[in-house]
């Protein structure tokens, strides 16, 4: 019989599996994509260090570890319902039916819709797509394209399409309207690109922004940003531009925009039309829970881990008994996180069960938790150590309730 359910095979729910299969625990992990990795197949990126982080290789690492430690991963198969009877997990799956006394949702995250006129034409696709294509179906997505939407993820892909040969002619902001809020404000996306300026290729970028620690000095800067932008990696980042509209007849053949004041304004009689083929947009991410929502789990709204999460444990237990989630669903950081939450929730479950022999193990786990996102190079949200005590906070609440 086996006795953990993963769903997912991402960074968290690979680990996870690794650790409680390390432990004696029969472990299955059910996956809707043909492939373990998650959205590690699609990373590539240079660290500080000048080292590269090559997310397929390290889903290749943790895709051996597993198998060697004797985990059934069933790719290719989606779960549609999920109930609590008898104690144990009954886990509806387009492969039939699994019961379990331990549950973990890996699900991971999703990217944020942001619709813009023009957006169902062939070409425009989500940036996390286009990175998908590029670095797992070594698909070409065009030969010139615009990102649209200037965030931590949309910027490390923009580099990655760029290393795979792929001209981006600019990255600019959505229209500012109820949908885009913050995303289409010039003043709200410079103080969030200012978190991760310590990365720019350019030491006059990281130099400046190191002068960024005033409002004045940011209300400044915004009032003699250039229109054109600046440029990291060639590519020019135009945070006082928007885009109004895609336009193509049969596919993407070009985007209308115009320039923007400091408050997100269009400026009358700017608008032009600049060259497409492609049309990456980049609304961001949020955590896929409604797996978690079906299972009945209680949540909490809180925009520094991305929006609505399962509340949970330090150890990854959720509120109802065998209940446990890892990774992006607990909210929104990066793969080295959720490889360190997941190896907490497979020790979590192993001791659940009395198969745990080494407690301090666990404590480790948990406390490299904290050391891996200190250490994080991105956070993909500000104040996400606030956030995360917050969640402890309402979970040690909601249990004494």
Not at 157 to 167: M, P
Not at 212 to 232: D, F, H, R, V, Y
Request: hydrophobic residues 45%; glycine residues 10%; charged residues 15%.
């Amino acid at each position: 019989m086996t006795n953990l359910l993963i769903v997912g095979a991402g960074p968290a729910g690979l680990s996870a599996a690794i650790a409680a299969s390390e432990q004696g625990l029969r472990v299955k992990i059910v996956d809707e994509f043909p492939r373990p990795g998650g959205r590690l197949l699609g990373q590539l990126h240079e660290e500080p260090s000048g080292t590269w982080w090559n997310g397929i290789e390290e889903a290749k690492r943790l895709h051996e570890q597993a198998l060697a430690a004797g985990v059934i991963i069933e790719c290719g198969t989606s779960v549609y319902d999920i109930a609590n009877t008898n104690k144990c997990w009954n886990i509806s799956t387009s492969n039939g039916k699994v019961e379990v006394p331990k549950l973990l949702l890996a699900t991971g995250a999703a990217e944020v819709a942001v619709p813009i006129p023009g957006w169902t034409l062939p070409g425009v696709m989500s940036i996390g797509a286009a990175q998908v294509m590029t670095n797992v179906q070594r698909v070409k997505v065009g030969s010139r394209g615009v990102v649209i939407g200037v965030n931590v993820l949309s910027v490390a892909i923009t580099r990655e399409l760029q290393l795979a040969g792929i001209q981006v002619d600019r990255m600019l902001l959505p229209v500012s309207n109820t949908l885009t809020k913050e995303a289409g404000s010039p003043r709200n996306v410079m103080d969030s690109m200012l978190r991760v300026a310590h990365l720019a290729p350019s030491p006059i970028i990281r130099f400046g922004s190191r002068l960024m620690k005033w409002s004045w000095m940011k209300e400044l800067a915004l009032q003699l940003l250039p229109t054109n932008g600046i440029q990291m990696w060639g590519i020019p980042i135009q945070l006082k531009t928007a885009a109004l509209e895609i336009i193509g007849d049969k596919q993407v053949e070009g985007v209308r925009i115009a320039n923007l004041t400091p408050d997100g304004e269009s400026v009358p009689g700017t608008e032009k039309v600049i060259s497409a083929d492609f049309v990456c947009i980049a609304g961001g991410l949020y955590p896929l829970v409604e797996l978690a929502a079906i299972a009945g789990c209680p949540f909490a709204y809180l925009p520094e881990l991305g929006g609505h999460v399962p509340l949970h444990s330090e150890r990854m237990r959720t509120p109802l008994d065998g209940l446990y989630v890892a990774g992006n669903i607990t909210g929104i950081e990066s793969a080295k996180v959720a490889i360190s939450q997941g190896t907490v929730a497979g020790l979590s479950i192993a001791d659940d069960l009395g198969c745990l022999n080494d407690k301090q193990r666990l404590k480790s786990a948990i406390d490299k938790v904290l050391i891996t996102r200190q250490n994080a190079t991105i956070q993909f949200h500000p104040q996400i150590a606030h956030g995360r005590a917050s969640i402890q906070t309402l979970f040690a609440n909601h249990e004494i309730n």
